[in-house]
């Protein structure tokens, strides 16, 4: 079957950077992508995942074969909007899942997070089955998410498939609300010469992965031999941890000057519910999943294309 590819929410953090990659290697003609509004510019077409007849239109007139659904509200926008968040998490997977079911779509990508996590997990090195006891919205959907699909998988034999993102770093495109966002605005602090203020504690280590292992895993695990998942809820995936001083000490061995302030707020409360450290050996053992780079390598690639991200913020 000829792969034809509809990406929902295309307009996002990692949206952006995974529509690229898969044009260049499955040609633009055969992958879609979407978000609430169009984008002449990046190629995005109109398409609301909260209106199932229109997404259903869409998979059945473009013949789509699979879906990478991004669409949702993060964490930090999740806690100002609880009600929202809830919405768009949750009825959208849902509309994705029931018209891939309907239209016999071969395969689904939903992305999970680290926010699945909470209390009565070992957070220094997390496995991947765990109690799962989130403190945020944006949590708690994303654990229903992962049980949904478990359930598509086993009721109808969907094969939906998923990540558990730490917080994802790069330069391609403005981050989107999330609590790890602090380490991809420290680089916009550094680049224009200015104090940085974080909203997280000086030691709040987190796991994190560089942008292009993010997109990386996520295509090898969709191109991965179904045969061999063993995980139908979503995989845990680990590139590297660090605390805010850590990174900002990497940044001061390129730049002495860089000063880092600490003014935690409520986003320290949420990231203290979070592993330091995420177990990722069955990604490792199932589709070979390992990332490339580290905290060294990210920072310098980081500072290398900053003026990229600088540019979309005026």
């Known amino acids: 079957m000829h792969t034809k590819i509809l990406i929902i929410g295309a307009g996002g953090q990692i949206g952006l950077a995974l529509t690229r990659k898969l044009k260049a290697i499955y040609e633009s003609k055969n992958v879609l992508a979407t978000d609430l509004r169009a984008d002449e510019e990046n190629e995005i077409l109109p398409l609301d995942v909260l209106d199932s007849q229109a997404l259903y239109t869409f998979v059945k007139t473009y013949q789509i074969t699979e ?25 959208g997977l849902f509309n994705v899942l029931e018209v891939s079911r309907e239209l016999k779509v071969s395969k689904v990508f939903f992305p999970s997070t680290i ?35 478990a359930y598509y998988f086993d009721k109808f034999g969907l094969d939906i498939r998923s990540l558990r993102y730490p917080g994802v770093i790069g330069y391609q495109s403005l981050p989107g609300g999330g609590t790890t966002d602090y380490a991809v605005d420290i680089f916009l602090a550094d680049f224009a010469q200015k104090p940085f203020e ?82 990722d050996s069955l990604a490792r053992q199932d589709w070979q999943w390992k990332p490339k780079y580290d905290l060294s390598k990210l920072v310098q690639v980081m500072r290398d294309n900053i003026h990229q991200l600088a540019s979309k913020q005026q």
Not at 68 to 78: C, D, F, K, T, V
Not at 120 to 149: F, M
Not at 225 to 240: F, P, Q
């Open 67 to 91: 879906i990478y659904h991004l669409a949702a509200i993060l964490s930090a926008s999740g806690e100002l909007n609880p009600q929202k968040a809830w919405k768009i998490n949750i009825d």
């Open 115 to 149: 926010a699945v996590f909470g209390d009565h997990i070992d957070q220094s090195n997390c496995a991947n089955y765990v109690p799962l006891l989130p403190k945020t919205v944006y949590g708690i959907s994303k654990v229903a998410g992962e049980l949904w699909a």
């Open 198 to 279: 974080c909203f997280l504690a000086a030691d709040r280590a987190l796991p994190m992965i560089f942008m292009d292992d993010a997109i990386d895993a996520t295509i090898s695990l969709m191109q991965a031999d179904k045969a061999k998942l063993t995980v139908r809820t979503s995989y845990n995936i680990h590139a590297m941890s660090f605390t805010p001083s850590e990174i900002a000490a990497e940044i001061q061995r390129h730049n002495p000057k860089f000063d880092i302030i600490y003014k935690p707020d409520f986003r320290d409360e949420i990231a203290k519910t979070w592993p330091a450290i995420i177990d």
